[in-house]
T-cell receptor, first 114, second 117 residues
Framework: ELKVEQNPLFLSMQEGKNYTIYCNYS?????LYWYRQDPGKSLESLFV?????AVKQEGRLMASLDTKARLSTLHITAAVHDLSATYFC??????????????FGKGTKLSVKP | EPEVTQTPSHQVTQMGQEVILRCVPI?????FYWYRQILGQKVEFLVS????????KSEIFDDQFSVERPDGSNFTLKIRSTKLEDSAMYFC???????????????FGDGTRLSIL
């Protein structure tokens, strides 16, 4: 059974600081996604990582995937208040017949303070 | 940009009643999903649907749940006899077409908040 663990679950940062969110998963997969969720809102796709060593960057966020270590990271550079949200990693189940079901981590609630 | 739309945004139902949640996926997408999120918790997979049949379902998706694509645009989730623990936000998602469809990001609707009294 695929399990996805994120840490930390809560992160309070000051503006301008850097930090990394970690996502570990328990079984082989080559599909990992990062989503952002604002309170009471839907999930917004941030990154799709489909191969070992994949690195993607958008603004102050950078995501990477190491399939051998079963680890993805979401790095935040010079945080700003607008980044405050909950960030989920989601891993695609990787077995015969799978049609893309995603298993989500518990989410990291990020709060960026001035 | 195309969106996944869900209706209603909020549904309040008495325990034991049937409820149908509706979704209109992005028009050229072929893979459809339902997830739920209990307040403050993680998003949980319920069911995936492709080529007019269920592809996968989780343990949560028991006999009380069913999905249907009654026409070319709608995708519905029915809960036959609701329980208090069914209270959650239900998200519909769809992903792209073609061989790599399941690998593409799933686009989520805004959700239906289901409250069981």
């Amino acid at each position: 059974e695929l399990k996805v663990e994120q840490n930390p679950l809560f992160l309070s940062m000051q503006e301008g600081k850097n930090y990394t969110i970690y996502c570990n998963y328990s079984t082989t997969s080559d599909r990992l996604y990062w989503y952002r969720q604002d309170p009471g809102k839907s999930l917004e796709s941030l990154f799709v990582l489909l191969s070992n060593g994949a690195v993607k960057q958008e603004g102050r966020l950078m995501a990477s995937l190491d399939t051998k270590a079963r680890l993805s990271t979401l790095h935040i550079t010079a945080a700003v208040h607008d980044l405050s949200a909950t960030y989920f990693c989601a891993v695609g189940e990787n077995y015969g017949g799978s049609q893309g079901n995603l298993i989500f981590g518990k989410g990291t609630k990020l709060s960026v303070k001035p | 940009e195309p969106e996944v739309t869900q209706t209603p945004s909020h549904q309040v139902t008495q325990m034991g009643q049937e409820v149908i949640l509706r979704c209109v996926p992005i028009s050229n997408h072929l893979y459809f999903y339902w997830y739920r999120q209990i307040l403050g918790q993680k998003v949980e997979f319920l069911v995936s649907f492709y080529n007019n049949e269920i592809s996968e379902k989780s343990e949560i998706f028991d006999d009380q749940f069913s999905v249907e694509r009654p026409d070319g645009s709608n995708f519905t989730l029915k809960i036959r006899s609701t329980k208090l623990e069914d209270s959650a936000m239900y998200f519909c998602a769809s992903s792209g077409s073609g061989f790599w469809g399941p690998n593409q990001p799933q686009h989520f609707g805004d959700g239906t908040r289901l409250s069981i009294l």
